[in-house]
């Protein structure tokens, strides 16, 4: 990738990002929202960095950028940000297209008020965000082929089930569970309670990196599942932060016994079948 540039080339546009910051990323969020399901909060906060990040590289009065920390910053921030597309299932054309609206964003502002503009400036600003976004589309591309790979051995190898009593068998679940992975999941699990008579099923989620509406649903379809051959499946692994994204999802587990840590539910598990012995 070719990044030659002089800061002297950017002076309006250095102005205009330094004195238009909030509308701008403002304008930014508007137009991406339309095709994201991201909560506004985090359009805001990955507009915010990228665009701070962009910014210092081009007041970087230099002709080899991407020697300099401003640039391994920026780089930083596209691999974050296109990894957390990836995982989240992105598609490739709202990803490129989220860097590619900026230009729309500061042309529009550029051509009220800096008529006078030299085209080259922008021509050269133009250029440089094509080049940011060919970056951030071959890391996503990477990301996703991770993310493919990861899910491929996850399916090959099963999702490993454990007895932990005479009772009571254990499923880990880790990595992304989209639709096939889930259906391998239950049927997995149906099997494995079938043939051991199990009463309780613990499905640990430490392992899950993101919790979403995908994900709750295709975890109650499981639950709802081994009630119907007569097991009990309650969650462990429920951090902090994913109950409040249960919650902010709306998501109604007030019939699912679930626990923080495994332990926990592994000790619930003991006493309700002490419990049961006792009636």
Known sequence: MNMNM????????????????????????????????????????????????????????????KKHTEFMLLEKELASFASFRAVCNFTPTQTANYLLALKKIVYGLISIDYPDVLPSEFIN?????????????????????????????????DTPIVKISSH?????????????????????????????????AILDMTGVPTFDTHVANNILKTITAA?????????????????ITIVKLGVDLSNVETFNTLENAINYSSENKRINIGS
Not at 48 to 62: E, G, P, R
Not at 179 to 191: F, G, H, M, N, V
Not at 227 to 243: C, E, N, R
Request: charged fraction near 20%.
């Open 6 to 65: 002089n800061m002297n080339d950017y002076k309006v546009i250095n102005e205009l990002l330094e004195h238009n910051k909030s509308q701008i990323i403002c304008n930014w969020v508007d137009a991406i929202s339309i095709h994201s399901n991201n909560k506004r909060e985090r359009e805001v906060s990955d507009c915010t960095a990228l665009l701070d990040k962009i910014h210092q590289c081009i007041k970087i009065n230099t002709a080899d950028l």
């Open 125 to 157: 600003f133009n250029n440089f965000i094509d080049e940011v976004a060919v970056l951030t589309f071959q890391m996503y591309s990477d990301a996703r082929e991770d993310v493919i790979r990861s899910q491929a051995y996850a399916l090959e190898h």
């Open 227 to 243: 009630k119907m051959v007569g097991t009990q499946a309650v969650l462990s692994g429920i951090s902090p932060s994913i109950a």
């Open 168 to 200: 009571t068998l254990l499923m880990p679940i880790m990595g992304i569970i989209d639709t096939l992975r889930a259906q391998k999941i239950i049927e997995s699990l149906l099997d494995a309670v079938v043939e051991n008579q199990a009463s309780m």
